[in-house]
């Protein structure tokens, strides 16, 4: 197991490479940059040169009267020197090689530097956003398994009764219509759009927070997250009680339970003294990955129709932004953390059925 532990840790190097790598390559061909967003910026506000370049409004005045030729649409007007330091303080006055392996030895130190257009580093900037998207990943991952787990058996030993047919249309139902869906028609529903106006919209507290009891504090929490919640959780049951069900059924026509009955053994130490173990194995193993899909990518819409200021609205105003140290450090982060949750399933593998060796199989 040691050996392949080895081989699956030296493998992330050469994979977080390459991911890396086809990144950078795409965003060198996206249409704008963060030059463009600070020239676009200009056009509309003035002052925001001085924020920008640090100088006085008279140097901000004389760099808009002064021509010069740039590559950059909508720089006519700009002095080229200030485009020149532009540039620079994004990095951009290097060659794109050398750009991105000074990106990949600082992502080695894990130095991610500071966001563009945010006056603090991408590291503090993520985690002053983590607080959101670790509420709405766990909370999500949590109930996901606790409706999937057990309606999942008793799809299974109920299979092809009544109860198995409706639960089934509401689970494909659950899974085809996408969450955001969801979420907009609680909204109307439930959140002063033409009904009821029962939950609020935007964050995970209120203004009073700060305020109230423990125990208010705790209601505040849950009513916030109310809303976000069943439209993920809605769409996100679906797949896991499918998977619970079908290993369910396998397991059970298995001999070694036809001869568990033989013995005399009741239905349910059966079911949960014998078959429980073999077929939770996929889907107990498959819990840290399907936290970090919630964590990390389940809640981007989400957040965006609930005005909840996570990773997911970080990442894409990120990307709205051109902000490509924010943007490049997450997708660092994150896919350093995907590969290590998916070694981690494989070992959650061997401890839960010893019988898997993975050292006896090709990486």
Known sequence: MAAYILRRLLLMIPTLFGIMAVSFIVIQFAP?????????????????????????ADAGSQEFQEGGGSNYRGAQGLDPEFIAQLEKQFGFDKPPVERFFLMIWNYARFDFGDSYFRDISVIDLIIEKMPVSISLGLWLTLLSYLISIPLGIRKAVK??????VWTSGIV???????????????????????FFDWF???????????????????????????????????????????LTKNSFLEEIRKQYVVTARAKGLAERQVL?????????????????????????????????????????????????????AVVFATLYIFS????????????????????????????
């Not at 940059?33 to 006085?56: F, H, K, M, T």
């Not at 981690?344 to 990486?363: G, K, Q």
Request: aromatic share 14%; hydrophobic share 50%; net charge negative.
């Open 272 to 324: 949960y003294g014998h078959v429980f173990r073999n077929a939770m194995l996929i889907i107990i193993a498959g819990f840290p990955g399907a936290f970090i899909s919630a964590f990390f990518t389940g809640s981007l819409l989400i957040e965006n129709i609930f005005s909840l200021d996570g990773l997911g609205l970080l990442g894409f105003r990120s990307v709205l932004d051109r902000d490509y």
């Open 336 to 363: 350093l953390i995907g590969l290590f949750v998916a070694l981690l399933s494989d070992l959650i593998y061997t401890w839960i059925d010893p019988r898997i060796d993975f050292d006896r199989r090709d990486v």
């Open 172 to 194: 494909i139902i659950g899974y085809a219509i996408p969450s955001f869906l969801f979420a907009i028609m609680l909204m109307v529903f439930f959140a002063g759009g033409s």
């Open 159 to 164: 299979d092809g009764s009544a109860f198995d």
């Open 32 to 56: 704008g940059g963060p030059v463009e967003q600070v020239i676009a910026r200009l056009a509309g506000d003035g002052g925001a040169l001085d924020r920008i370049s640090g100088g006085g």
């Open 200 to 242: 609020p919209l935007r964050g995970l507290t209120s203004e009073n927070f700060d305020q109230l009891s423990w125990p208010a504090k705790i209601l505040d929490y849950f009513w916030h997250l109310a809303l976000p919640l069943t439209a993920m959780v809605l769409s996100a049951f679906a797949t896991t009680t499918l």
